[in-house]
């Protein structure tokens, strides 16, 4: 079974540019959750769809970040404009809904983000 | 606010004894625990979970401990191995069905031959 994809690895920008990261979650997951982890801290839900509707976007700084789930497949998130403090690893993580192991996410390998 | 606590950065232990990796919570709402393991330049991969409906929950030489109690869990790693050297996260979730995960800040690992 192949995992969750994430593209890039890795990004360099300058403060206000914008950057977008791309998520294809375990075929069949229909949860998807986009997480911050910034150095030293443990990650961070951004934002949580159920195919491709918005479960909960309350930690997404909405001014800046966006991100779009079409077709409950791939996702994408958006930041434009980039600050430094967005300097994090991107996870995406995908879980099958409402089963015995509903759960258990797996995640992607991140995007790490250097904003300078 | 950080609801899932884990209070020691770091842990280095030798092969073959127990690792003992503690993490407190404190929202009453959370009903499900989980344990993930962290490589370098790697996503978190699922370790181990408990519902708190149990006290504790066993899978090969890893095992989870939970005291709702004083919100306390704990992973015991018996015996440890190099390859166990990584990071450890303790989550926590509010409901069952895909609810996100609280993470904790994490636990290096360091076993020692």
């Known amino acids: 079974e192949a995992g969750v994809a994430q593209s890039p690895r890795y990004k360099i920008i300058e403060k206000r540019q914008s950057v977008a990261f791309w998520c294809n979650p375990i075929s069949g997951h229909a949860t998807l959750y986009w997480y911050q982890q910034i150095l030293g801290q443990g990650p961070k839900l951004l934002i949580q769809?159920?195919?491709?509707?918005?479960?909960?976007d309350s930690q997404l700084p909405k001014d800046r970040f966006s991100a779009e789930r079409l077709k409950g497949v791939d996702s994408t998130l958006k930041i434009q404009p980039a600050k430094l403090e967005d300097s994090a690893v991107y996870l995406c993580?995908?879980?099958?809904?409402?089963?015995?192991?509903?759960?258990?996410?797996?995640f992607g390998p991140g995007t790490r983000l250097t904003v300078t | 606010d950080q609801q899932v606590k884990q209070n020691s950065p770091s842990l280095s232990v030798q092969e073959g004894r127990i690792s003992i990796l503690n993490c407190d919570y404190t929202n009453s709402m959370f009903d499900y625990f989980l344990w993930y393991k962290k490589y370098p330049a790697e996503g978190p991969t699922f370790l181990i979970s408990?519902?708190?409906?149990?006290d504790k929950n066993e899978d090969g030489r890893f095992t989870v401990f939970l005291n709702k109690s004083a919100k306390h869990l704990s992973l015991h790693i018996v015996p440890s191995q190099p390859g166990d050297s990584a990071v450890y996260f303790c989550a926590a979730s509010k409901a069952p069905s895909g609810y996100a995960l609280n993470f904790g800040k994490g636990t290096s690992l360091l076993v020692t031959p």
């Open positions: 769809f159920q195919n491709n509707g918005v479960v909960d």
């Open positions: 993580a995908s879980s099958l809904f409402r089963t015995g192991r509903s759960y258990e996410q797996y």
């Open positions: 408990i519902s708190s409906i149990k």
